[in-house]
T-cell receptor
Framework: DAKTTQPNSMESNEEEPVHLPCNHSTISGTDYIHWYRQLPSQGPEYVIHGLTSNVNNRMASLAIAEDRKSSTLILHRATLRDAAVYYCILSKRQAGTALIFGKGTTLSVSS | GAGVSQSPSNKVTEKGKDVELRCDPISGHTALYWYRQSLGQGLEFLIYFQGNSAPDKSGLPSDRFSAERTGGSVSTLTIQRTQQEDSAVYLC??????????????FGPGTRLTVL
């Protein structure tokens, strides 16, 4: 399985942008890049996903490198509610698309 | 609409007892997944159901673990003869089709299992 590498933790201040990096140098041509986050004491929550082009939604933006070996999740204005563990996941292409979670990045947001 | 629901939210049991955990997926979602998250650990895949196909049980840690999905909807995860190392949060997720790499999974709040 293709593996992702993320920093263990990051810190941000409220209302500042946050760039969460993810390296996935062994990504295959048809793997999607998914981001989920897990708030304290909750189940994971979908954030965004993409294949090749940059993606935007109401929660965040996803910037994908041209060679697809890395991506960056962008939170445009961090709030205290964005404090969570953020997971960058490559989807499996085998039958069944169970997500393989790594340790993710723990984002702390200060007021 | 309603999200994925799980019950009970918390379960405390004694070592050696059997437990059943329930998951109600989002209506219309054909794929259902079970994961578990031990304290301080990442999420670990357990089992996957897709429509009427045979489930993918490749993540089940032992034969004490089993799961059923009745009528393509509700699922029950059963742990027999529970051990202390089974203590974890058990999470259920569902997705619309489950056959695409772009499929989004929607997670329930989890069941926290504590084995004394």
């Amino acid at each position: 399985d293709a593996k992702t590498t993320q920093p263990n933790s990051m810190e941000s201040n409220e209302e500042e942008p946050v760039h969460l990096p993810c390296n996935h140098s062994t990504i295959s041509g048809t793997d999607y890049i998914h981001w989920y986050r897990q708030l304290p004491s909750q189940g994971p929550e979908y954030v965004i996903h993409g294949l090749t082009s940059n993606v935007n939604n109401r929660m965040a933006s996803l910037a994908i490198a041209e060679d697809r070996k890395s991506s960056t999740l962008i939170l445009h204005r961090a709030t205290l509610r964005d404090a969570a563990v953020y997971y960058c996941i490559l989807s499996k292409r085998q039958a069944g698309t169970a997500l393989i979670f790594g340790k993710g990045t723990t984002l702390s947001v200060s007021s | 609409g309603a999200g994925v629901s799980q019950s009970p939210s918390n379960k405390v049991t004694e070592k050696g007892k059997d437990v059943e955990l329930r998951c109600d997926p989002i209506s219309g979602h054909t794929a259902l997944y079970w994961y578990r998250q031990s304290l301080g650990q990442g999420l670990e895949f357990l089992i996957y159901f897709q429509g009427n196909s045979a489930p993918d049980k490749s993540g089940l840690p032992s034969d004490r673990f089993s799961a059923e999905r009745t009528g393509g909807s509700v699922s029950t995860l059963t742990i027999q003869r529970t051990q202390q190392e089974d203590s974890a949060v058990y999470l259920c997720a569902s997705s619309l089709a489950g056959t695409s790499a772009s499929d989004t999974q929607y997670f329930g709040p989890g069941t926290r299992l504590t084995v004394l």
